[in-house]
């Protein structure tokens, strides 16, 4: 079985990684800045890794190219890659506004679109988008990551009645508050607080997502299509 995994090279995509090669797939480790990462990790779990920026279409099809001539198939797509910018709605400049749609929302066409094609022709296939708590409920000062987050449950649920006859399953999850470097900016009060508001009072980690992943990936989860899962403490 192979997975490709986007933003493979750490937080909650790394952990993904680790977690699929011990479920028996060989990992494609995607990355686009992490290269020594990604090359660490792959070495670890006995997979491979592949520089592409998912925001660029071109370096997509390498991917995906390379990994078809190399694996003949794709059996698990998981797009994780993703870039939050805060700050308040009006002030979040051009430049961050293109790039944060060109990531975590034209990044995942590109993705998808490369892989979902070849799975379409072997009539099998599994797809597992990251949204975010965000994404289900808006979360102010992150108003351009919900807006993408949001339209990822709505991507997943469009493809997946699109894409089911041809025995694709398309599915979500939503984490919660996961600590990883993306909430680095986050101060040990603004930490707290949060937990005060999650009823599970933790931060979620990357393996809590992950476990989730694993289990859509898996045949257990083989009537299970469309849904967006939330992984986030009891938050929302
Ligand atoms: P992270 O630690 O910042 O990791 C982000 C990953 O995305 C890195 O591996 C990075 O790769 C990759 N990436 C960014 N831009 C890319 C690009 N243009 N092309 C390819 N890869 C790219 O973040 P994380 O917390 O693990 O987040 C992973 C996913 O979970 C994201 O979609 C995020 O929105 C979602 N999420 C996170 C949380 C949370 O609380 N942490 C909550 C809800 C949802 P390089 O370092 O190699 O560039």
């Known amino acids: 079985m192979l997975a490709v995994v986007t933003g493979g090279s750490k937080g909650i995509g790394e952990a993904i990684c680790r977690q699929l090669a011990n479920d028996g797939y060989t990992v494609v480790v995607n990355y686009n800045s992490s290269g020594l990462q990604a090359e660490r990790i792959a070495n670890e779990i006995g997979g491979y890794s592949y520089h592409a920026d998912i925001s660029n279409l071109e370096e997509v099809k390498s991917m995906i190219d390379y990994t078809i001539q190399n694996f003949g198939n794709i059996d698990l797509l998981v797009n994780n890659a993703g870039i939050s910018v805060v700050g308040l709605f009006h002030e979040i400049s051009q430049v961050d506004v293109k790039k944060i749609l060109d990531i975590n929302l034209n990044g995942v066409f590109n993705?998808?679109?490369e892989v979902v094609k070849h799975m379409i022709s072997k009539k099998s296939g599994n797809i597992i988008n990251i949204s975010s708590m965000w994404?289900?409920?808006g979360g102010?000062?992150?108003?351009?990551y919900s807006a993408t987050k949001s339209a990822i449950i709505g991507f997943t649920k469009a493809l997946a009645k699109e894409v089911g006859l041809s025995g694709i399953r398309v599915n979500c999850v939503s984490p919660g508050v996961i600590d990883t470097s993306m909430n680095e900016h986050l101060t040990e009060d603004d930490i707290n607080s949060l937990k005060e508001e999650i009823p599970l009072y933790r931060l979620g980690t990357p393996q809590d997502v992950a476990n989730v992943v694993s289990f859509l990936a898996s045949e257990r989860a083989s009537y299970i299509t469309a849904q967006d899962i939330a992984v986030n403490g009891g938050i929302c």
Do not use: A, I, L, P
């Not at 102010?140 to 351009?144: D, I």
């Open 111 to 113: 993705c998808t679109s």
């Open 135 to 137: 994404g289900e409920v």
């Open 140 to 144: 102010s000062c992150e108003v351009h």
